[in-house]
């Protein structure tokens, strides 16, 4: 029996993370909403390119045709376009053979606050003030920054990598070294409160419904040996001992796992990130997003937390 929406894992994506919207954009930059509306229309027919998001999600919804009887996961597009332009975005999808039938849209206005409507772990929008009101209001949403595209599709996996703190975790702990931008601080806190788990941060919801769904291919491999799983999981955290061991407390308490964690002691993630090749990479600091191996890992800013205030004046 399919999942009901109340127990999917699901995605909300907007136009511009799932498509290159940079040419519609600009007419509307340019000349303005009606201009831009004559433009989508005169371009029906012309299908959008790839955007940052388009590997990630394309793969992600894979896993129904995995479970096809109970299709547990979806994604639903959120546009500030009028359902008149938006038949663009949606022409695309079909053609693209994408299973999005769910649609938000809003005219023009910000389509975040839908999200618990939709039951939506997480928000994708190449919009920075979407995504970071979504924060706000204490939604999951990530900016997907721009990146070239790298879709193969003979590599059929779908790999997913997190960081952990402000992403996984809430900020507790980066805020303490925030403090006095002090490591031993930081870990003499880590090792004090290694056996109390984390309190939840804004992308944990997201982490432990893909856990469900590492199960639900565990069984099936069970059952069918020759079941060839789709779905790998990273953590990639600049911490490490004694602080790991907090880490492995909060995701023992959740029950769940990654496939595979690093902890790297400050050392730059790119040089894992190489290696993974995630496609679909989050984490709280622009400062570990900045580089990109090849420059075509698709990197997500969650500006949540102590990593994104603005300090005091």
């Known amino acids: 029996m399919p999942f009901q929406i109340e127990h999917k894992l699901v995605i909300g994506v907007a136009s511009s993370a799932l498509f290159d919207l940079t040419a519609s954009h600009q007419v509307y930059l340019d000349s303005g909403p009606d201009e831009y509306r004559k433009y989508q229309e005169s371009n029906l027919d012309v299908i959008l390119d790839k955007g940052v998001a388009f590997p990630f999600i394309r793969r992600f919804l894979n896993i129904n045709k995995c479970f096809p009887r109970q299709t547990p996961v979806e994604v639903v597009l959120f546009s500030r376009n009028s359902p008149e332009t938006g038949l663009r975005v949606m022409r695309s999808i079909a053609h693209y053979g994408l299973d999005i039938s769910r649609a938000a849209f809003m005219t023009g206005k910000s389509p975040y606050t839908y999200l618990p409507a939709f039951n939506a772990s997480l928000f994708l929008s190449a919009n920075e003030d979407d995504v970071k009101n979504a924060i706000a209001a204490d939604y999951p949403a990530g900016l997907v920054l721009p990146s070239a595209i790298d879709d193969q599709d003979e590599d059929t996996e779908l790999r997913v990598a997190f960081d952990f703190d402000g992403v996984i975790a809430d900020d507790e702990s980066e805020t303490v070294f925030k403090r006095n931008n002090d490591l ?36 099936m491999q069970r059952r069918d040996p020759a079941y060839k ?34 902890f790297l002691g400050g050392m730059d993630k790119a040089r894992v990130l190489g290696v993974f090749k ?13 580089a990109s191996p ?13 990593a994104n205030r603005r300090p005091l004046p």
Do not use: C, Y
């Open 184 to 219: 031993d601080e930081f870990h003499a806190h880590e090792t004090l409160h290694m056996a109390t788990p984390h309190r939840p941060g804004p992308l944990a919801d997201m982490f432990q419904r893909l856990a469900m769904m590492q199960r639900m291919e565990e069984r």
């Open 229 to 262: 799983k789709i779905l790998r999981i990273a953590i990639i955290t600049a911490r490490n001992a004694p602080s790991h061991e907090r880490v492995v407390t909060t995701l023992k308490s959740w029950g769940v796992s990654a496939n595979e964690t690093f």
């Open 278 to 290: 995630p496609h679909i990479f989050f984490d709280d600091q622009i400062t570990h997003l900045k």
């Open 294 to 306: 090849g420059g075509t890992i698709p990197m997500v800013h969650v500006p949540f937390g102590i």
